[in-house]
């Protein structure tokens, strides 16, 4: 049944969607140029991402997952894979990996048609994936840069501990900020630091409002399909800006206008008329068919209320914020709190939070093949979360960025029975409560 | 033939076969030990005294000496193999993730492993660190510990840290065994790990210089008897494997010489290694239970002896897939070095299929190969890979491609 009100010819878009894929086409031109205009670009991974940092070196911020992303969506990474494949890289590994370094090989276009210019340095940000290193000795075996690492010890036991802070703070001081003085030629000012952080937390602010108001009933957001689109900017190369700031503001104000009007999410067909199902779900999306994916799920109704993916550039719906008056003490703690760098237990007690807090119907795993960091353990998770809350869970594998590894019957097949079953549910226990 | 000559000729023969006889017992011995998995000497050891307790660890590298001086047996939990029927380590993973961690679950689940006080997970990959959490929801009784090592190598970031991670672990296993880890016993247990380093590198220095000798299966063994043996008593079953070999003249066959790779984590069965060496290749370097080869000098027993241990690891560890190289013209130069030392004429890439570590790492250490014009192959393989013949027939081919480029 499709619940989604008039089927406009054209793919809907909130404000704030148009507003971010501007900031992003705006970050690739000054990628594409930045040699030109005389500067340094940085590249650097999204969990552990230090853009406060790298701005107060005026470093043009490169990412490769979301490259590889962006290639995904635009149906180009099935080809980069290949190409990687073709050159020795084995199928079992990463796919984001291989879209990064097939896209060098076929001559490091970006997603807007230009080419994008070599690194002046990688800052390698290894935190809650291990591929991230072995990523970046990949890449950085086809560049001439610099390279910096930045160990984020793994929250093995639940806890930040001052071993651990100190340890990231320190190579911080010695190592990180010493390299990207070296390669930008740009003193570091703390102080510029400083006031970039006062802007993260403001949007931080304002993003979790977003996120929590998936609390309401209907949801005015899908937190996970829609979620992607929200934590875009603070997870990429812009949180610490004003124009973020600005962003995260344009974006609460959408959101508390939904709300007031008692709207659903916007979904690529429209406003999003009968909420059915409420899910939590664990795990990133499928980029290469990502519109159908999240069509198997408006279709019927199911809204996704809150998610794991949109943590795993920093989780905030806890507390953390980014911290002016300890800068580099709260750089530590925000690398050292990302989504994967959590142990299991602590993984589990967060999805059933949001189970608990967003009155969800159902709990989904999108297992991705590419991405052991999330994926390993995620069925014992699964086992768990059902066991806590007496919800359904449900599971679907899909991939990032490898279109061999969607198989659109299959996953629409298993979430269809998934949704029944959560109905059925939920009817039964209607029932019971009207007896 | 005369009398004497017939007495000498029936010695000589007994005696050989005495020999003989002594270097099977050996080796039937480890095989027994690495068929066990129940973990019958574990238990036997806890047996042997008041309240012994014995810690389990995960492949690659934890700092034994620890363990040890903690009064406790350090036990290496190596998967399954080829022997064990994975029913309920299946439903913990998906099909894209590899065998050790699910048939490591069937060990816990069907018991095997209930004569362990406690867990460590080294940092291997996601896989092997996801695990310790699974084993935190699953198991959470017993002490369960994910290890986490410095990817930064400098002492006074990556050792400091690393050295109060050390700290963290005596404290840990203080407070489980209830006996304090005195300097005194630590050093005691570095330089009982010491001998043991210097028979290993002894035991691979004569595969090296003579491989025909010691075989590559019967050196797995011997390697394996260690995970769960007290390291003096595998310190003296080297020794005595060592002695036992050189007494005896096994034929010298034209086998080229290779470096095996990929193996630090989930094990090949015995049957690969076999393989190998049937199909003309004499394995001279590996990366086999690197816990034990990791440091590669012995660490001082004088002075902090958790500082040495810790400083150890930072200056003179192994190179492998787990860890970071922080200067590119650096990698893959540890496994070059391995070639040339050991004279090898090529390298088989062996990887446990989805081992993200050996399988990301592997086109870097390739690429270092080739521009030292060092030949190379790879293939996959799962710790319960049954099928031989096409691992041999790959193996095969390499061995004889490199006596035809040898000829040239």
């Known amino acids: 049944m499709n619940t989604v009100a008039n089927q406009p010819p054209e793919i809907q878009k909130e404000e704030s969607m148009l507003l971010q894929k501007a900031m992003i086409s705006a970050n690739y031109d000054a990628l594409a140029t930045a040699h030109e205009d005389g500067k340094k670009i940085s590249s650097t991974f999204v969990p552990g991402n230090l853009n406060e940092l790298l701005m107060c070196f005026d470093f043009v911020r490169n990412l490769p997952e979301i490259n590889a992303l962006q290639a995904g969506m635009r149906k ?116 510029r630091l400083r006031e970039y952080m006062i802007e993260s937390a ?48 344009a974006l609460r104000e959408e959101v508390a206008d939904r709300i007031a009007r008692g709207l659903g999410p916007v979904t690529p067909d429209g406003v999003l008329e009968e909420e059915r199902i409420r899910l939590v779900v664990e795990g990133p999306p499928n980029w290469t068919h990502f519109r159908e994916f999240w069509k198997m799920f408006y279709e019927e109704g199911a809204v996704v209320v809150a998610s794991s993916y949109t943590k795993v550039g920093g989780v905030y719906d806890f507390g953390f914020r980014h911290d002016p008056k300890n800068p580099l003490e709260s750089l530590a703690d925000y690398c050292l709190g990302c989504y994967t760098n959590h142990n299991l237990s602590s993984r589990v007690n967060m999805l059933c939070d949001y189970m608990d807090e967003y009155e969800a119907d159902g709990f989904l795993v999108n297992s991705i093949k590419s991405c052991n960091s999330f994926s390993a353990g995620q069925l014992l998770m699964l086992r768990e979360i059902e066991e806590r809350t007496g919800k359904p869970a449900g599971f679907i594998e899909t991939d990032l960025v490898d279109p061999r590894y969607f198989s659109p019957a299959n996953v629409k097949n298993r979430l269809e029975s998934y949704f029944q079953m959560i109905e059925q549910k939920k009817t039964r226990g209607d029932a019971r409560t009207a007896a | ?300 027993t004088d002075g902090d002896p958790i500082k040495n241990l810790s400083d150890a690891f930072i200056n003179y560890s192994i190179e492998t897939s787990c860890k970071f190289v922080p200067e590119k013209k650096n990698k893959g130069e540890f496994l070059v070095q391995s070639v040339r030392r050991n004279r090898a004429e090529g390298v088989i890439f062996a990887s446990p299929s989805f081992c993200d570590p050996a399988l990301l790492d592997r086109p870097m250490l390739q690429k270092a190969l080739s521009a030292q014009g060092i030949p190379y192959t790879a293939f996959k393989f799962a710790e319960n890979s049954g099928q031989m013949q096409p691992i041999r027939e790959q193996a095969g081919t390499f061995a004889d491609s490199i006596k035809l480029w040898s000829a040239a």
């Open chain 1, 76 to 191: 180009k990474s099935a080809g980069y894979i290949m190409e990687a494949e073709r050159s020795g890289h084995s199928e079992d590994v990463c796919t984001y990996v291989k879209s990064d370094l097939g896209m060098m090989a076929k001559g490091q276009v970006g997603p807007n048609g230009k080419t994008l210019p070599v690194p002046d340095i990688l800052l390698l940000s290894y935190t809650g994936c291990f591929t991230f290193m072995k990523w970046f000795e990949l890449v950085r075996d086809q560049y001439d840069c610099e390279t910096t690492m930045l160990h984020v010890p793994y929250q093995a036991n639940g806890e930040i501990t001052e071993n651990m802070r100190n340890f990231v703070v320190t190579q911080l001081k010695e190592q990180v900020i010493p390299a990207l003085e070296r390669v930008s030629g740009v003193k570091f000012d703390i102080d």
């Open chain 1, 202 to 249: 403001r949007a931080e602010d304002d993003l979790v409002w977003v996120l929590e108001s998936a609390k309401n009933k209907p949801s005015p957001i899908d937190a996970y399909f829609g979620g992607v689109y929200y934590c875009g900017p603070i997870f990429t190369a812009f949180r610490g800006s004003e124009d973020t700031t600005a962003y995260y503001r």
């Open chain 2, 1 to 300: 033939m005369d009398l004497k000559q017939v007495f000498r000729y029936y010695y000589t023969i007994i005696w050989q076969r005495a020999l003989i006889m002594a270097l099977d017992e050996i080796v039937e011995h480890c095989q027994q030990l690495y068929d066990d998995l129940d973990f019958s000497c574990v238990k036997r050891w806890k047996e042997g005294g008041n309240g012994r307790k014995a810690i389990g660890h995960m492949p690659v590298y934890v700092p034994r000496e620890i363990i040890h001086a903690a009064g406790m047996l350090p036990v290496g939990i190596l998967g399954g193999g080829d022997q064990l029927d994975v029913i309920h380590g299946d439903a913990y993973y998906q099909s894209y993730i590899c065998r050790i961690p699910r048939s490591t679950i069937e060990l816990a689940i069907t018991g095997r492993l209930d004569c362990l006080d406690g867990m460590l997970f080294p940092s291997i990959c996601d896989v092997i660190r996801n695990l310790s959490g699974m084993w935190q929801l699953k198991f959470g009784n017993k002490f369960v510990r994910y290890f986490d090592v410095p990817q930064n190598f400098d002492l006074d970031i990556g050792g400091v840290f690393y050295t109060r991670e050390l700290e963290v672990l005596c404290e840990e296993l203080e407070a489980l065994g209830g006996k304090k880890i005195t300097a005194e016993n630590l050093r005691a247990s570095i330089a009982l790990y010491n001998e043991n380093r210097q028979a290993i590198r002894q035991l691979y220095d004569y595969r090296s210089a003579e491989p025909w000798q010691v075989l590559t299966p019967e050196l797995y063994l011997i390697m394996r008897a260690g995970m769960v043996l007290p390291v003096d008593e595998h310190t003296q079953l080297i020794r005595d494997y060592i002695a036992e070999v050189r007494k005896i003249e096994r034929p010298v066959r034209d086998n080229c010489r290779v470096v095996i790779n990929g193996l630090f984590c989930e094990q090949p069965p015995l049957g690969l290694l076999k393989s190998i060496e049937l199909a003309g290749c004499y394995v001279v370097d590996d990366d086999f239970m690197l816990v034990a080869r990791w440091l590669l000098e012995d660490v001082p």
